[in-house]
């Protein structure tokens, strides 16, 4: 199947390009189908490609030596992701899960850098890239590491909690990562966490509090 | 009746990921614009949400004091 000029005309990395660039970088990416839940770059490894996602969803993750999951990002049509490990002819940073079936653009490192050489816009337009990647990344480690993002979920969680079903306000993820000054990835894994210490209980739509003492200590918790 | 995905019609542009993301079948496209069937299956995985770049679906939790 053709690459669809179209697309990457609207990518980051290839915006403002004329036609006739676009026609001739497009000869050089490949398309890559990968079906719903496969892990088709694995951390660590070395892939030297860099890909776009043309249709569906992509899962960008790291995974603990204890198995514990921390989403990254989510890649969604016309993202691009594995940029690092390209750039730098390192391992791949993290890994990628299909959450759909999805179609990647794929190129090649040395393709990528004939790209780079050929066509300066792309530089800067990667440069862009780069620093937003950064910007996120940095945040995110802010979160994780310096902020008590999981005593600001543990308060809002007693505050929005009902004592019966039906009683509380529903909150999405996305409502309790506004509400904490926090992402949604550092919501999923707070809640994660407090199951895992069986002070809450997610029992499909419902998160149930069945410690209140130990929710407590949470929020009293030097950070 | 049991809870599932709730959809504002208003936001959604019909992409359709969330329909591919859904591990029940529980999304479907109907014309442009999304909707829900009630499934027992549903596992409140919020992979839809996730996904949903316009903020058409939401998974709300509702929080409980035992």
Request: glycine share 8%; aromatic share 6%; with cysteine.
């Amino acid at each position: 199947m053709a690459i669809q000029v179209d697309f990457l005309k609207k990518t980051p990395y290839f915006s403002g390009l004329n036609s006739a660039a676009l026609d001739s970088i497009a000869k050089l990416i490949f398309e890559k189908k990968v079906e719903r839940g496969e892990i088709f770059l694995l951390e660590g490894e070395s892939d030297e490609v860099l890909y776009f996602v043309a249709s569906g969803a992509v899962k960008i993750f790291k995974t603990s030596a204890e198995g514990k999951e921390q989403i990254l990002s989510i890649a969604r049509t016309g993202d691009s992701f594995n940029d690092v490990a390209v750039f730098d002819s390192g391992p791949n940073l993290a890994a990628a899960q299909a959450m759909a079936p999805v179609i990647l653009y794929g190129v090649r490192k040395n393709n990528l850098e004939a790209i780079v050489r050929d066509y300066p816009k792309v530089a800067t337009n990667v440069t862009g890239v780069l620093a937003n990647r950064v910007r996120y990344l940095v945040s995110l480690v802010e979160d994780l590491s310096f902020k008590h993002v999981m005593g600001r979920i543990a308060k809002l969680l007693l505050e929005y909690g009902g004592s019966e079903t039906g009683a509380g306000q529903r909150l999405t993820q996305q409502d309790m990562a506004a509400m904490a000054g926090t992402v949604r990835e550092v919501v999923g894994r707070s809640l994660k966490v407090l199951e895992e210490e069986g002070i809450i209980k997610l029992d499909r739509h419902r998160i149930v509090i069945t410690d209140r003492e130990a929710l407590k200590k949470v929020i009293e918790a030097p950070s | 009746m049991i809870e599932m995905p709730v959809i504002d019609p208003e936001k959604c542009d019909g992409c359709g990921v969330c329909v591919d993301v859904c591990h029940c079948h529980a999304l479907v496209l109907v014309g442009k614009i999304i909707s829900v069937n009630t499934t027992q299956e549903c596992d409140w995985c919020t992979e839809c949400e996730i996904v949903c770049i316009t903020g058409a679906l939401s998974c709300p939790f509702e929080i409980v004091i035992e």
